[in-house]
């Protein structure tokens, strides 16, 4: 029988995704929780869990080669074989996701190729658009946002939506899209 991948979830913030994969019933925990800031929220998840944390800040390294070398470092300190962005509010050096492709996925509030990068809420609302949703994908070298898209959910918009009613209900499908979707990924 072959074994799950170990894999580490990087956040910066809230954390409220990486709360939904710590919480579903399939998916295996992660091996690690590695935050860009101290004082992530979402860290007390981890420590909930009993998963290793660890900070790494972009700015402690005066290059992106530093910084990469520290993030591989950690990773390989606990052998981790697949990384999981959950809301990780730092550019990743082209240096490490081209060490990590295709191992690396990521959550993005919108249905990729609409509204990537910053404000996809409010891209969305400024488009007009009747539906957003959001989007699980791959993270290629150059391409934040880019990548194979593995799978979507939708959400209507409703007339009235501000910002934060819409990324409300494009969160809650967030939290079941991420873990079906890593189910299958790290089975
Ligand atoms: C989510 O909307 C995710 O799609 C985006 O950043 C947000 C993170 O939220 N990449 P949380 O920290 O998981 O609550």
Not at 32 to 50: I, Q, T, W
Not at 77 to 93: K, R, S, Y
């Amino acid at each position: 029988m072959s074994r799950s991948p170990r894999y580490a979830v990087f956040i910066s913030g809230r954390g409220s995704n990486l709360r939904a994969l710590l919480e579903s019933h399939q998916l295996h925990a992660p091996s690690l929780v590695l935050s860009s800031r101290k004082k992530a929220a979402g860290l007390e998840h981890a420590r909930d869990a009993e998963i290793p944390e660890l900070v790494v800040r972009r700015r402690d390294f005066s290059g992106g080669g530093e910084f990469c070398r520290a993030l591989n470092e950690a990773l390989e300190d606990h052998a981790i074989e697949w990384v999981v962005l959950a809301g990780f509010m730092v550019i990743l050096p082209d240096e490490f996701v081209e060490r990590w492709s295709p191992r690396i996925v990521n959550i993005h509030p919108s249905l990729l190729p609409l509204f990537p990068g910053l404000h996809p809420h409010r891209q969305a609302l400024d488009a007009g658009v009747e539906e957003s949703g959001c989007t699980v994908h791959l993270v290629e070298p150059g391409d934040v946002d880019g990548g194979k898209v593995l799978a979507q959910a939708t959400v209507p918009v409703r007339t009235g939506d501000t910002e934060e009613s819409l990324a409300a209900r494009i969160l809650e499908a967030e939290h079941r899209l991420y873990p079906e979707t890593l189910v299958d990924l790290l089975a």
